[in-house]
């Protein structure tokens, strides 16, 4: 059963780098797709971005270019880099196994289907 | 402003039926494979309903979806008060090259 735990820090100052990792157990990180996704308080929930083993990504063009992801194979480890918070930054933050993905062929890009499993999710505050 | 449009809150009776509507168009749910999740304080969120009308892994077959055009819908059947949940609907977005939600909503189990 493959289990997803997030760590990072709980609280950063504005203007700060967001740095994130998720932990995969109970199988390889390779062959699969992997994302993030956040909850503000009280709103809803904002997709991210993923990225394959191969450290191929697509990123929620949302974010401007803030969003960097990586993976370490090694470690069965993926992180996320998200520059220059703000307080719009707060929010839990999961990180997902992103699976049915297909090609789409009109724009090119692989198309996630579904997200499952899901980490517990950590709370990032950024606040002065 | 979410892309996929769903109702904020709903609330029946343990034991009654209830369906969670999403609302999207050509370019996301149109084309597109739609889930489901069930988000609970102090727990990961899951996975209920995969490829429109799927099942996931261990989950009771009183949740059931569907879609339609450019809607979908997830189906409860036998309310409980462990029901009690934020429902969220997902999708790709093929003009944002993106995974778009809806803005949840939130069941209470009366």
């Known amino acids: 059963q493959v289990q997803l735990q997030e760590s990072g820090p709980g609280l950063m100052k504005p203007s700060e780098t967001l740095s994130l990792t998720c932990t995969v157990s109970?199988?390889?990180?390779?062959?699969?797709?992997w994302g993030w996704i956040r909850q503000p308080p009280g709103k809803g929930l904002e997709w991210i971005g993923y990225?394959?083993?191969?450290?191929?990504?697509t990123y929620n063009p949302s974010l401007f270019g803030r969003v960097t992801m990586s993976v370490d194979t090694s470690k069965n480890q993926f992180s996320l880099k998200v520059a220059s918070v703000t307080a719009a930054d707060t929010a839990v933050y999961y990180c997902?196994?992103?699976?049915?993905?297909?090609?789409?062929?009109?724009?090119?890009?692989?198309?996630?289907?579904?997200?499952?499993?899901w980490g517990l999710g950590t709370l990032v505050t950024v606040s002065s | 402003q979410s892309v996929l449009t769903q109702s904020p809150s709903m609330s029946a009776a343990t034991g009654q039926k209830v369906t969670i509507s999403c609302s999207g168009s050509s370019s996301n749910i149109g084309n597109n494979f739609v889930s489901w999740y069930q988000l609970v304080p102090r727990a990961a969120p899951k996975l209920l309903i995969y490829d429109n009308d799927k099942r996931a892994s261990g989950i009771t077959d009183r949740f059931s979806g569907s879609k339609s055009g450019t809607s979908a819908t997830l189906g409860i059947t036998g309310l409980q008060t462990g029901d009690e949940a934020d429902y969220f609907c997902a999708t790709w977005e093929s003009s944002l090259s993106a995974v778009v939600f809806g803005g949840g909503t939130k069941l209470t189990v009366l």
């Open positions: 109970g199988d390889s990180i390779s062959n699969y797709y």
């Open positions: 997902v196994r992103h699976l049915g993905v297909r090609y789409d062929n009109i724009w090119g890009t692989y198309r996630p289907s579904w997200s499952d499993p």
């Open positions: 990225i394959y083993y191969t450290g191929d990504a």
